[in-house]
């Protein structure tokens, strides 16, 4: 077996759902929401997070074997996290699209932007503040740069996502990696809600359709199909082109959200009188998932990109995968989604910093997959003790915030 083999990845995901029927998990426990397609988006975000953490073992194999931290191979190690995070910018495309089409395009941006900040910022500095632990601890407690240089790039990260730069602390090359390097993606967020003021008027009078397809066709087809011709480079080895097409993508993954938000709002009581039952959904919603899988190296291409969108589009419309996403289990997983996500490069950082356990998993495929899967298990863990201390204190707090309470 290879460490990048795709069986293992499933039997650690039913591991973890396995630990998670445990009742001392309850705390992840959210009342269900009343909206079928919300609902069943819900019980997606847990698999997400979980596949980009998995991506993130493959990656940090290669991390402590050559001391680069690259792409895997590609083919499913590497789909496994552009599958999860392209998927997570759809999610937000279409809440957020979502927002503005039922306020058509006039929302309380008060209420939605300090509602943003209490959902994001708690765990994000309780992520940085273990990361400086970590940073601390590595560079002997003791001072390897002026305090005013260590001072001024502790700032950027503290700044809840909204600078870009990732610098390295106290000299510690590599700061970033303690995190996965995941804190990227919160910046993009941080993008798309602040464009949503500017894209307001598009929520009005129908124009959706006209402007996401004018984005697809002017801005992301052409790049992402320049990116995916063979010459154009390969994710470990990336070029001018493909860095393009990978932007390209991220751009028509909110696209797609936004596309969908419309579609399910055009449908009403037809749609919902001609949506599929759901075995024939979910069996579409699987075909179109494992195209991706089986036919592509990465999801920088047309083809994948659309074939995503509509696994993506068919969960919105209900479809539950037979059932999985509606599960107890699949629900709170999703609800920490977010703390595995932050927490995900910290749980890598320490395990594998413990030499004995280092050495046991690179001895070969079985104990890689043993370590990792104890990782997740700690991952999930923590992540529910964190959502119930951290994450849902602060969404309350964010509740009576936007409430003037």
């Known amino acids: 077996m290879s460490v990048f083999s795709a069986w293992p990845y499933f039997m650690l995901v ?50 402590i074997e050559r001391g680069e931290w690259t792409f895997p191979p590609s083919g499913f190690p590497t789909l496994l996290g552009q599958v999860g995070v392209g998927v997570f910018f759809m999610i937000t495309g279409f809440l957020f699209w979502g927002k503005l089409l039922d306020a058509e395009g006039r929302p309380d941006w008060r209420s939605l932007y300090v509602g943003r900040l209490w959902r994001i910022g708690p765990m994000y500095l309780l992520a940085i503040g273990l990361m400086f ?72 009078g129908g124009r959706t359709p006209r402007f996401v397809a004018a984005g697809l066709l002017l801005l992301c087809l ?63 919603a699987l075909a179109c998932l494992a195209a991706v899988f089986l036919g592509f190296p990465h999801m920088v291409g047309p083809a994948q990109v659309l074939l995503l969108w509509a696994f993506f589009h068919l969960a919105c419309r209900g479809s539950t995968l037979f059932g999985l996403l509606a599960t107890r289990v699949a629900r709170r997983m999703s609800t920490v989604s977010y703390s595995i996500y932050l927490l995900q490069g910290l749980v890598l950082t320490v395990i594998f910093a413990m030499p004995p356990v280092r050495d046991f998993a690179m001895a070969g495929a079985m104990q890689y997959w043993t370590v990792g899967t104890v990782c997740a298990l700690l991952l999930v863990a923590a992540s529910v003790a964190s959502y119930r201390l951290v994450e849902k204190p602060g969404i309350a707090r964010g509740r009576r ?5």
């Open 14 to 63: 039913l591991v973890v759902l396995g630990m998670l029927v445990l009742p001392v998990f309850s705390a992840a426990d959210e009342p269900p929401q009343r909206d079928r397609r919300t609902a069943t988006l819900d019980g997606l975000r847990g698999f997400l997070a979980l596949s980009v953490f998995v991506h993130h073992l493959m990656v940090t194999h290669g991390y």
């Open 133 to 204: 632990l970590v940073v601390a601890w590595r560079t002997g407690f003791a001072l390897r740069e002026p305090a005013w240089s260590v001072l001024g790039a502790a700032l950027q990260w503290l700044a809840l996502g909204i600078v870009p730069q990732q610098p390295d602390i106290n000299g510690y090359a590599g700061t970033a990696f303690i995190l996965a390097g995941v804190t990227w993606t919160v910046f993009v967020e941080w993008l798309f809600y602040g464009s949503l003021r500017l894209m307001a008027p598009l929520a009005r």
């Open 222 to 284: 052409p790049a992402l199909t320049v990116a995916a011709l063979p010459s154009a480079g390969s994710p470990t080895q990336p070029t001018l082109a493909l860095v393009v097409g990978a932007l390209a993508w991220v751009l028509a993954s909110f696209l797609g959200g936004m596309l969908s938000a419309w579609l399910i709002r055009q449908g009403g009581a037809s749609q919902a009188a001609g949506r599929l039952p759901d075995w024939a959904g979910s069996l579409l």
């Open 401 to 405: 915030a936007r409430s003037g309470a």
